[in-house]
C-alpha cells in the first residue's frame, strides 16, 4: 500500500480494523526487579510496590505493581496510533500525533509471579477541530490486561489526536524564567501514609490531598520513565528527522517541533498518568484501592517546565455497601496552568464494618502437622 499522508485515507484504513483485536503481546512473568525497574522510573519509591522486606508485612503479603505498572506492561496505545494500519505507512512527517489521556478501571492487583499479557482493540474514531491543529481525528482503543489465571486485571482505553504536521509547536507554557528544582531527591524525601488505613468515615468533601511535587522536568526523568518503564529495548527503526531512540525521537528538540508539533522535548503523556495515580495511592494508604482514573492531558509538559500534582475530595459516598470517594487530581506547572486533569475513584476501608485485614491464619508460620489418612 502506498503512504498514508492525509487524514481522509487515514480514518479510511483506521475504520477497517475497529473492533478487531490486535495480536496479543507474549506472556510475561512480574518479577521485582521489573516491579523496581517500574518504580525507578515513574518516580513512585512507594515501598508496597517496590520493597520486598516492607510488602511482606503489608496488607498483601507480596509485592505488587503500582497502579501504572500497567503502563509498563503495555503502553497500550498502539491501538489508538495505528490500529491495524502498517506502522510504515504513515509517517509523522505527514500527519502527526499527541496523545489526550486515557479512561483505566482497575480489577484486581498484579502480583509478582504473575505472567501478565495485553490485548489491543481500535474502537472508536471521533473527528474534532482544534484551536491550533485544525482537522483532526480521535482515535480510541482499548487495551485489556489479564493475569495466567485468565483474570481480567485492568482495562484502559486511550485516545490519540492524530493531525496533519504543523511542522512546528504548538503553544506553551514559559520554562525558562522561574526557580527550578531538582526532581531526585523529591521521591525520597515523599511521606506517604502506607500501612496507618485511612478510614471511609474521616474524609470530608472539600479537603485537599497532600500535594506531590515533581520538580522540574529534566531529560533524565525522560529517560527514566522511557527506558525504566516502557522499555529497556531499542527502537525497530528510528524516525525521519532524528538520530534518538531511547524516547521515541522526544528528547530530541528538533525533532519534537518539526514532527511531533511541540515548542522542544516533552514528556510521555504516560508519565503524567503515573502521577495522578500516584498522588492518589499515597493518600489512601496501603489499604485503599483505586478504582477508576479518568485523565486528560491538556497542555504539553516540557523539558524546564516544573511541576506538581495537586488533588481535593469532591464527594463521599456508599455503594454496594462499600466506602467511596472522588477526587480530582491535577498536574499544575510553574505558570499555574493545569497541564493534567482526573476524575478517581477510591474505596476506603470502614470503621462501621470491620478493621481492614486477611484471616491471620493465612500468613501464619508453616507448621507441619501429624499425617493423618487422607495424608
Same mark, same amino acid.
Given at each position: 500500500?502506498?503512504?498514508?499522508?492525509?487524514?481522509?485515507?487515514?480514518?479510511?484504513?483506521?475504520?477497517?480494523?475497529?473492533?478487531?483485536?490486535?495480536?496479543?503481546?507474549?506472556?510475561r512473568e512480574v518479577t521485582a526487579e521489573w516491579l523496581r525497574r517500574h518504580s525507578e522510573g515513574s518516580g513512585d519509591y512507594n515501598p508496597l510496590f517496590r520493597d520486598g #522486606?516492607?510488602?511482606?508485612?503489608?496488607?498483601?503479603? +507480596?509485592?505488587? &505493581? =503500582?497502579?501504572?505498572?500497567?503502563?509498563?506492561?503495555?503502553?497500550?496505545?498502539?491501538?489508538?496510533?495505528?490500529?491495524h494500519i502498517p506502522q510504515d505507512d504513515v509517517e509523522m512527517k505527514d500527519l502527526s500525533i499527541l496523545y489526550l489521556g486515557a479512561d483505566i478501571e482497575w480489577v484486581r492487583p498484579v502480583w509478582v509471579g504473575d505472567r501478565v499479557r495485553s490485548i489491543e482493540t481500535p474502537v472508536d474514531l471521533k473527528h474534532r477541530d482544534m484551536r491550533q491543529l485544525g482537522a483532526a481525528l480521535v482515535c480510541s482503543g482499548t487495551t485489556e490486561?489479564?493475569?495466567?489465571?485468565?483474570?481480567?486485571?485492568?482495562?484502559?482505553?486511550?485516545?490519540?489526536?492524530?493531525? #496533519?504536521?504543523?511542522?512546528?509547536?504548538?503553544?506553551? +507554557?514559559?520554562? &525558562? =524564567?522561574h526557580r527550578r528544582i531538582a526532581p531526585d531527591p523529591l521521591v525520597w524525601?515523599?511521606?506517604?501514609?502506607?500501612?496507618?488505613?485511612l478510614y471511609w468515615e474521616d474524609v470530608r468533601e472539600g479537603s485537599d490531598l497532600p500535594a506531590l511535587p515533581k520538580g522540574t522536568y529534566t531529560t533524565t526523568e525522560l529517560y527514566l520513565f522511557s527506558l525504566g518503564s516502557l522499555t529497556m529495548s531499542r527502537s525497530r527503526?528510528?524516525?525521519?528527522?532524528?538520530?534518538?531512540?531511547?524516547?521515541?525521537?522526544?528528547?530530541?528538540?528538533?525533532?519534537?517541533?518539526?514532527?511531533?508539533?511541540?515548542?522542544?522535548?516533552?514528556?510521555?503523556?504516560p508519565q503524567r498518568i503515573a502521577w495522578l495515580s500516584q498522588i492518589i495511592t499515597d493518600w489512601i494508604g496501603d489499604w485503599g484501592d483505586l478504582i477508576t482514573l479518568s485523565a486528560q492531558l491538556r497542555r504539553p509538559n516540557l523539558i524546564g517546565d516544573t511541576n506538581t500534582v495537586?488533588?481535593?475530595?469532591?464527594?463521599?459516598?456508599?455503594?454496594?455497601?462499600e466506602g467511596r470517594v472522588d477526587v480530582r487530581v491535577a498536574v499544575v506547572n510553574q505558570d499555574d496552568v493545569e497541564t493534567a486533569i482526573g476524575k478517581a475513584a477510591v474505596r476506603l476501608p470502614r470503621r462501621d464494618v470491620d478493621e481492614p485485614g486477611y484471616p491471620a491464619m493465612l500468613w501464619a508460620p508453616t507448621v507441619v502437622a501429624e499425617p493423618t489418612i487422607y495424608g
Amino acid at each position: 500500500m502506498s503512504r498514508i499522508t492525509t487524514l481522509d485515507s487515514f480514518e479510511k484504513e483506521y475504520r477497517k480494523g475497529l473492533g478487531q483485536p490486535l495480536n496479543p503481546r507474549p506472556w510475561r512473568e512480574v518479577t521485582a526487579e521489573w516491579l523496581r525497574r517500574h518504580s525507578e522510573g515513574s518516580g513512585d519509591y512507594n515501598p508496597l510496590f517496590r520493597d520486598g #522486606a516492607y510488602a511482606e508485612e503489608a496488607r498483601f503479603h +507480596s509485592l505488587i &505493581g =503500582s497502579p501504572s505498572f500497567l503502563f509498563s506492561i503495555d503502553f497500550g496505545a498502539n491501538a489508538s496510533i495505528w490500529g491495524h494500519i502498517p506502522q510504515d505507512d504513515v509517517e509523522m512527517k505527514d500527519l502527526s500525533i499527541l496523545y489526550l489521556g486515557a479512561d483505566i478501571e482497575w480489577v484486581r492487583p498484579v502480583w509478582v509471579g504473575d505472567r501478565v499479557r495485553s490485548i489491543e482493540t481500535p474502537v472508536d474514531l471521533k473527528h474534532r477541530d482544534m484551536r491550533q491543529l485544525g482537522a483532526a481525528l480521535v482515535c480510541s482503543g482499548t487495551t485489556e490486561y489479564y493475569n495466567h489465571r485468565a483474570e481480567l486485571v485492568a482495562r484502559m482505553t486511550n485516545h490519540m489526536l492524530r493531525f #496533519a504536521n504543523p511542522g512546528s509547536g504548538v503553544s506553551a +507554557s514559559s520554562s &525558562g =524564567s522561574h526557580r527550578r528544582i531538582a526532581p531526585d531527591p523529591l521521591v525520597w524525601e515523599r511521606t506517604r501514609r502506607g500501612g496507618s488505613p485511612l478510614y471511609w468515615e474521616d474524609v470530608r468533601e472539600g479537603s485537599d490531598l497532600p500535594a506531590l511535587p515533581k520538580g522540574t522536568y529534566t531529560t533524565t526523568e525522560l529517560y527514566l520513565f522511557s527506558l525504566g518503564s516502557l522499555t529497556m529495548s531499542r527502537s525497530r527503526k528510528v524516525d525521519e528527522g532524528t538520530i534518538d531512540m531511547g524516547a521515541g525521537g522526544r528528547a530530541d528538540p528538533e525533532y519534537a517541533r518539526k514532527a511531533r508539533a511541540q515548542a522542544t522535548s516533552f514528556d510521555y503523556g504516560p508519565q503524567r498518568i503515573a502521577w495522578l495515580s500516584q498522588i492518589i495511592t499515597d493518600w489512601i494508604g496501603d489499604w485503599g484501592d483505586l478504582i477508576t482514573l479518568s485523565a486528560q492531558l491538556r497542555r504539553p509538559n516540557l523539558i524546564g517546565d516544573t511541576n506538581t500534582v495537586v488533588g481535593s475530595v469532591q464527594r463521599v459516598y456508599e455503594e454496594a455497601g462499600e466506602g467511596r470517594v472522588d477526587v480530582r487530581v491535577a498536574v499544575v506547572n510553574q505558570d499555574d496552568v493545569e497541564t493534567a486533569i482526573g476524575k478517581a475513584a477510591v474505596r476506603l476501608p470502614r470503621r462501621d464494618v470491620d478493621e481492614p485485614g486477611y484471616p491471620a491464619m493465612l500468613w501464619a508460620p508453616t507448621v507441619v502437622a501429624e499425617p493423618t489418612i487422607y495424608g
